[in-house]
């Protein structure tokens, strides 16, 4: 029974990928974009996953996306191993470089930071289906099914994605 529960959201989860990359294109010269880039196919496909699961959906926060972003470029030029991103035995994963910093930089404080989590991927070329299910077939998945998580911050760089999720909670939303 488990396995036909996982077949079933596997499928609405890659249908909800394939839909989501059939854009419409515009005549308004300013739009310079005709796809939508990595970030937004993940967030509909995280969402679209949590709907599955009767859970809400994730508001974008921008000071999560800030530190996603940096920590997305600190990662770059890491490359892509068998022991990164959602495999990576915890306590192993890539240090980030001067955290402080980063949280400067994007206005956050440690203490509104303390409840949120930093998931970082690496997957070549940032297939959106790789990349989705880097998260929601890994250990990643126990922080997307938690409902204590309310917000969500999405960076890129290269083949390094990084999801920062939020909670509403004073220790956790990234003012």
Known sequence: MAYVQKYVILTL???????????????????DDDHLDEEDILLAGINSYRATLNLTALIENERAECLADEIADQFKYQPC???????????????????????????????????GVI??????NL???LVLSNYTMSRYSNYLNDTKYTGVGIGSEDNWIVVVLTTNTPEGRFW
């Not at 989860?13 to 739009?31: E, G, M, R, Y």
């Not at 998931?119 to 070549?124: I, N």
């Open 13 to 31: 989860l890659l249908l909800s990928i394939f839909c989501i990359n059939q854009t419409v294109k515009c005549d308004d010269d300013n739009d």
């Open 119 to 124: 998931l970082p991927a690496c997957v070549p």
């Open 81 to 115: 191993t068998n022991t990164t991103g959602s495999n990576t035995v915890p306590g192993t994963e890539p240090e980030i470089f001067n955290y402080p910093n980063l949280l400067q930089k994007c206005h956050l404080n440690v203490n509104t930071t303390r409840d």
């Open 127 to 129: 297939d959106s289906t």
